[in-house]
């Protein structure tokens, strides 16, 4: 069986894995513990083999065993929604006050399809796969906890290969994206808290006052990023928020001020040199204006580095399955932030970008992933579903050649 065939096989899942991924897009449910959206995807994967429920989170992992003995593959899907009130106007839009933004219910659909096809196929499977469903991607550490909890292990040996799909709105449907090393940011950020001494608004000098230090701060924090790091290793430092006094009193000193910020960084050396750089620059900014400071880091997901090997497969992949025009190399990583990092950071694998921005919508226009009016186009699910279930299939051939 070819992947071109199995891509054309897919196909047929197409109306049923729509109808799957809008019922979820109806029910999003936020954090580690989603009980109604594991319910729905424990119903679409019965029979298709063993499951594992998480001890801690609604984590589920589905082990299906090959015909023949060989190693395992990971594949993964996750499942929280955002604290986003959805405006799309469609027929399915959700009403909870949670909508899936960010694609997850299409990476369900298209979990629940590779299931399909490689239960379909398990007699041909060198090996064994296991399918992760994720909880708490957004934030949350879901990936972590599982591993944790040792739902790589199902199988009962480590993976040789991990591999995932993100689909986002705004790139031209249907189109797979990645790279070597580097594809996603460390996500971190921190809190930073400066304490004076409160007063009246007339006598600034009798008081320790915290706005303009702390405003020096938010500032300075910008020039440590372009003066203590290479422009070819990017940091991101950027302010999401700040709090101060009280919006209706404004001959008030007050004692406390505060700001949050996110953390992007590309290398493991860079997400430990401005932890410390940021420390000395905000506590030399608190001892210059005799105030006090409290910095606190919040938690961070993994640069995201996919294998070299790995990559090589998708793209061999991808080619065999859709041909030569559907696969970008990407020049650049982003930004943005996965917790799938974790993942790859102890089993070999890769993580692949798809579009889905519809048809009547321009990529260069359209709102993006986490916006509100963010639209998935649904006709690509049998091909993500393709794609996951050929990578475990071409990995697991190959161990069984060498």
């Not at 996919?306 to 025009?325: C, L, Q, T």
Request: proline share 5%; charged share 20%.
């Amino acid at each position: 069986m070819s992947y071109a065939d199995l891509a054309a096989e897919a196909n047929q899942y197409s109306s049923v894995l729509r109808e799957i991924r809008r019922e979820l897009h109806q029910i999003p449910e936020f954090g580690l513990q989603l009980p109604k959206t594991l319910a729905r995807v424990l119903e679409s994967i019965e029979g298709l083999g063993e499951i594992t429920i998480g001890k801690s989170i609604t984590s589920a992992v589905l082990h299906i065993k090959g015909g023949q003995p060989g190693p395992t593959v990971l594949l993964r899907a996750d499942m929280d929604a955002l604290a986003v009130i959805e405006d799309t106007g469609l027929e399915f839009a959700s009403i909870n006050g949670y909508m899936h933004a960010c694609g997850h219910d299409l990476h369900m659909a298209m979990g629940i399809g590779a299931a399909h096809l490689i239960a379909t196929h398990k007699a041909d499977l060198k090996g064994d796969v296991i399918i992760w469903f994720q909880p708490g991607e957004e934030g949350h550490g879901g990936a972590d906890v599982m591993l944790d909890e040792g739902m790589h292990l199902v199988s009962g040996q480590m993976p040789i290969a991990a591999f995932g799909i993100h689909v986002f709105s705004s790139y031209p449907k249907g189109l797979f994206g990645s790279r070597v090393g580097a594809l996603m940011a460390a996500a971190g950020g921190m809190t930073v808290s400066f304490k004076g001494a409160g007063g009246h608004g007339s006598m600034p000098w009798l008081s320790k006052d915290p706005i303009s230090p702390m405003a020096e701060a938010i500032s300075a924090l910008q020039t440590m990023v372009n003066k203590r790091f290479s422009a070819f290793d990017p940091v991101v430092i950027n302010v999401g928020w700040v709090k101060a006094g009280d919006d209706h009193t404004e001959n008030v000193i007050p004692e406390i001020a505060s700001f949050g910020a996110t953390i992007r960084t590309f290398s493991v050396e860079n997400t430990e040199k401005v932890k410390r750089y940021a420390t000395e620059l905000l506590e030399g900014i608190a001892r210059a204006h005799a105030l006090e400071v409290e910095i606190n880091f919040l938690p961070s997901t993994k640069v995201l580095m996919n294998e070299a090997e790995s990559i090589a497969r998708v793209e061999r992949v991808i080619e065999a399955a859709f041909g030569p025009d559907r696969y970008w190399s990407m020049p650049d990583p982003i930004a943005g932030g996965e917790d799938f990092a974790s993942v790859v950071d102890i089993i070999p694998g890769a993580f692949v970008f798809m579009g889905a921005c519809p048809d009547d919508s321009d990529p260069r226009t359209a709102s993006t992933n986490h916006s509100n009016k963010a639209l998935f186009d649904d006709s690509i699910l049998a091909d993500g579903a393709a794609l996951l279930a050929s990578l475990a299939f071409d990995a697991l051939n190959e161990a069984a050649a060498q």
